[in-house]
């Protein structure tokens, strides 16, 4: 799979009813992300980490996995993102999914989504899991909520170091490729 851009009207979108399709813009493209969009990508992971609604993300840490991050470009501005996590053979994690908020209900979480499973299935992967506090977002996408202990030990090595960890209240989704 090329980590090239992906014009948003290329996408094969899921079945939606029309008043939760919003049009995005068909000048967002969706690239993997480089070096130079670290300091973007933690701007707008902090935004909703400052609320509790997502982790938050060091500089470091989006440094060190800057590989497994896509990004949504508005006229080369950063302005979404996402991350697909490797942890075994056939299971990869879709985590640090945010949207600026200037573009929110445009479509754009519904696009780097999509091209995160391309890319897991690209990968070969089977299932794609993720954490979330909004499921019904998930399940559009086919992610089926399941009990935190029914993922590998290996997914809590992220967990046992939050600061959330004995008060997580985020649900489990996992989809079948």
Not at 109 to 131: C, H, N, P, Q, T
Not at 149 to 161: A, F, G, R, Y
């Amino acid at each position: 799979m090329s980590r090239e851009p992906l014009k948003m009207q290329d996408a094969t979108l899921p079945e939606f009813s029309s008043q939760e399709q919003p049009q995005a813009s068909p000048e967002f493209a969706i690239r993997g992300a480089r070096l130079s969009d670290a300091a973007a990508i933690q701007s707008i992971i902090e935004t909703y980490a400052r609320q509790r609604l997502m982790l938050p993300r060091s500089l470091m840490q989006i440094y060190e996995n800057v590989r497994d991050y896509w990004v949504a470009l508005d006229d080369g501005k950063v302005v979404g993102v996402g991350a697909l996590h490797c942890f075994w053979e056939d299971l990869v994690e879709l985590r640090a999914l945010a949207v600026a908020p200037a573009y929110k209900d445009l479509g754009l979480g519904r696009e780097i989504v999509l091209r995160l499973i391309e890319e897991a299935r690209a990968m070969g992967a089977s299932k794609v899991f993720a954490f979330t506090y909004i499921p019904q977002f998930f399940s559009k996408f086919g992610f089926e909520q399941v009990p935190h202990h029914s993922l590998p030990l290996k997914v809590w090595k992220d967990c046992i170091n939050c600061s959330y960890f004995n008060n997580c209240n985020e649900i489990a989704m996992i989809k079948r490729l």
